[in-house]
């Protein structure tokens, strides 16, 4: 050991008062100053009068698109053994209603941009067999919006229609409204009690196209001339049903060099029509983030700033037009989505449900799907719709083949959080050590978000925990509720980040129990490294 670090060693001692602790042994010394200090420990203080806002349960819905296998050989499959009378896959179809996702949009996605809505209606001998341009794909029209309708009503979830307004056109809109939500004695209303259809579908939510701002999307216009369209859209639908939500399409990402001029110019000529924007982000640990995974745990943090960045678009159009009326926003595609993506992996080659998009997810990706679920939980007094992208076997936490189906890593906590998040959002008081992402600034090690449901007594906290070496303790600081026990513990975490699951080993990714912290005011977390946690608790 050199002269110097004697030297230092000996400041060391003086300044921690050990230079005379005779009564120490030299052992004891020499572990005092080589042992690397514990990192800081973080703290968390919960206070049930400091809230967000209700959560809307929609938060946590789904998305399914005439893509790959995504409706055909995954939610239906008729003459399959795993199949109803109906063509739909009980397998599915159960893990879905036990999930209890609460609102699922339907049918796209770009598909629904060259879709006509009456070709997947009526006797199905009957429906035509088209090209679907989006992913040059073969439609067989034998799955459409009755069958839809009826699969939701099936697992509990409502449906949220999206509408052409790509080369459809507003009156069809209307049309598809009035067959949908209209009980008798008009048109199109009556065209569904034809089909077998007596009592109207009651469709709420509705998407006013897809993804309009992108040159790939079919009849792709300027943020102008698709606002007066939207507009149009929505005085006609209102004139079927005033009891419609409507949402228009906002940016598809932020990387678009239209972004938010594109979302304020469509609200200019439509915000009066409207109730909400949309909004779309796939995250991906490619050339955002290097490969870095420090980086690509933080962009949830990327999607806060979407959010409140298109809220303020949302707020300046709101001013200039003087309008008492605020615009919720709908994150309606949200998802990691990085490696099947391209030409090799989007195009259909004209066949019937090929396999397009099916990323398959390791440990990392649920990691960071842990921390978007929180981002869109603390800022669920904006965001009150959300769909992950999508729900089976394209983008999905849900592969299936001809004799099951595996959960992908991304499953868990989404699952947490259909199962666990309700009632009201906290807002939370975390002091957490950080990082450095050039981005993003200063990124919090502790990522966490909180709901309390005074219905049931419960709360429940999700912690990400970013740090991939060390182990992470919180000390939970309940202000004016004490836990009196712990209902559930468990947490996503391994050693290999990239690990996956698949149907040889679908549980090589999957929650652990975790030991559960003592209840009380104050409660004690122990997160491992690399890890996303949930804790129940009753109060």
């Known amino acids: 050991m050199s002269t110097r670090s004697h030297s230092s060693r000996r400041q060391f001692l003086a300044r921690s008062g050990l230079a005379g602790a005779g009564w120490l042994a030299r052992s ?13 420990r973080a703290r968390l203080i919960a206070d049930s009068t400091r809230r967000i806002a209700p959560l809307d349960r929609n938060l946590f819905g789904s998305f399914l698109e005439h893509l790959g296998r995504a409706i055909y050989g995954g939610i239906y499959e008729p003459g399959s053994p795993l199949s109803d009378s109906n063509g739909f896959r009980r397998d599915v179809l159960e893990e879905i209603r036990r999930l209890g996702v609460p609102i699922i949009r339907y049918p796209g996605g770009n ?21 679907d341009l989006a992913w040059n794909s073969i439609e067989t029209n034998q799955f459409g919006t009755n069958e839809f309708v009826t699969w939701c009503r099936a697992v509990g979830a409502e449906p949220l229609l999206a509408t052409n307004l790509g080369t459809g056109t507003p009156e069809m809109a209307a049309a598809l409204v009035e067959y949908c939500n209209v009980e008798k004695g008009t048109k199109w209303s009556d065209l569904r009690r034809q089909h077998g259809y007596e009592q109207p579908h009651r469709v709420k939510y509705w998407c006013l196209g897809n993804e309009m701002d992108g040159p790939w999307q079919i009849g792709h216009v300027p943020a102008a001339e698709y606002g007066i369209k939207a507009r149009d859209a929505a005085h006609q639908m209102r004139s079927v049903d005033p009891s419609v939500k409507l949402v228009a399409c906002g940016s598809s990402g932020p990387l678009m060099p239209t972004y938010l001029e594109w979302d304020r110019q469509t609200l200019e000529e439509c915000y009066d029509q409207v109730d909400g924007i949309s909004l779309h982000r796939y995250f991906g640990n490619d050339q955002e983030t290097g490969g870095d ?17 298109i809220a303020a678009v949302c707020d300046v159009v709101r001013g200039r037009r003087r309008s008492g009326k605020t615009l919720w926003l709908q994150f309606d595609e949200w998802n990691v989505w990085y490696r099947a993506r391209g030409p090799q992996f989007d195009n259909g080659h004209r066949q019937v449900a090929p396999h397009l998009l099916e990323e398959v997810y390791n440990l990392e990706d649920a990691l960071l ?5 929180n981002t869109l ?10 769909c992950l992208a999508q729900l089976v076997n394209v983008i999905a936490p849900l592969m299936t083949n001809e004799s099951g189906f595996f959960r992908q890593t991304i499953y868990y906590p989404y699952a947490w959080a259909l199962e666990h998040a309700r009632g009201t959002v906290l807002d939370l008081a975390l002091e957490s050590p950080a990082y450095r992402v050039p981005s993003l600034g200063d990124v919090p090690y502790l990522d966490a978000a909180a709901t309390l449901d005074p219905e049931t007594g419960a709360a429940s906290l999700m912690v990400l925990n970013r740090d991939l070496e060390k182990a992470r303790e919180l000390e939970v600081v309940w202000r004016d509720l004490t836990p009196a026990r712990v209902t559930a513990c ?32 104050r409660m004690t977390l122990q997160l491992p490294p690399r890890s996303y946690t949930m804790v129940s608790v009753a109060l």
């Open 111 to 131: 598909f629904v941009s060259g879709y006509h809505w009456l070709d997947g209606v009526g006797p199905k001998k009957d429906r035509p067999r088209v090209l």
């Open 28 to 40: 004891e010394l020499a572990r005092a100053v080589n042992t690397p200090a514990a990192p800081p």
């Open 293 to 309: 995974t420090s980086k690509y745990l933080a962009l949830n943090l990327s999607m806060d700033r979407q959010i409140e960045e």
């Open 490 to 521: 468990q947490v996503l975490t391994g050693d290999d980040l990239k690990a996956s699951n698949s149907f040889e080993s679908p549980r090589r990714v999957a929650p652990q129990p975790l030991e559960a912290p003592r209840p009380g005011a």
């Open 369 to 373: 799907v842990g921390g978007l679920l």
């Open 377 to 386: 939980i603390r800022r669920s007094d904006r965001v009150r719709v959300a």
